[in-house]
Antibody, heavy 120, light 111 residues
């Protein structure tokens, strides 16, 4: 079955760290760009990070320098290391797959998400 | 970088059709967008990509009731024969230099 399954969410204090994982199955993971997208409760979707199939990484200004995306193709896994967490980082975090070829600019498969709560 | 604008809400009756709009910012009218559906309490699901010429390609298992089109800087998602399960939030998405961009989403209510 083609799917993405996130894990690693939980409650963390402000300033703390958390590492999210995403297990991919049912497709050739190494060929695809992979992303993290988050959604605060009652809010819209926000792109958080990208790891291209060529090894390039990208972040928006809101998380740059605090979050690090990585992947282990041999284990079909994607990770997000989150440091210096703030209350504003509280959200459901989704693992998302990029499309094929030119369509890698778009997302074509979503996980179910994992909840991260930053609170004292 | 592109900005995507969506109306916050829309409504239509059961069995009717509805057309949702996503507007690309100035200078980005040639961009394609993807549409994603998020049903209540669920993760998003990819629906389709809509190109500037109006052509579209749907994700696996997306019903024929869903279609896409374009006009200028606007990208549309049309849902026909509305069903109760179509009540959801709909997001458009595109790309910029080293970034990905979402519209604010449209909450569709099926009356």
């Amino acid at each position: 079955e083609v799917q993405l399954v996130e894990s690693g969410g939980g409650l963390v204090q402000p300033g703390g760290s958390l590492r999210l994982s995403c297990a991919a199955s049912g497709f050739t993971f190494s060929n695809r760009d992979m992303h993290w997208v988050r959604q605060a409760t009652g809010k819209g979707l926000e792109w958080v990070s990208a790891f291209g199939s060529a090894g390039d990484t990208y972040y928006p200004g809101s998380v740059k320098g605090r979050f690090t995306i990585s992947r282990e193709n041999a284990k079909n896994s994607l990770f997000l290391q989150m440091n210096s967490l703030r209350a504003g980082d509280t959200a459901v975090y989704y693992c998302v797959r990029g499309g094929v070829g030119y369509d890698n600019r778009f997302f074509d498969l979503w996980g179910r998400g994992t909840l991260v709560t930053v609170s004292s | 970088q592109p900005v995507l604008t969506q109306s916050p809400s829309a409504s239509a009756s059961l069995g009717a059709s509805v057309k949702l709009t996503c507007t690309l910012s100035s200078g980005h009218s040639s961009y394609a967008v993807a549409w994603h559906q998020q049903q209540p309490e669920k993760g998003p699901r990819y629906l389709m990509k809509v190109n500037s010429d109006g052509s579209h390609s749907k994700g696996d298992g997306i019903p024929d009731r869903f279609s896409g089109s374009s006009s200028g800087a606007e990208r549309y998602l049309t849902i026909s024969s509305l069903q109760s399960e179509d009540e959801a939030d709909y997001y458009c998405q595109t790309w910029g230099t080293d970034i990905r961009v979402f519209g604010g989403g449209t909450k569709l209510t099926v009356l």
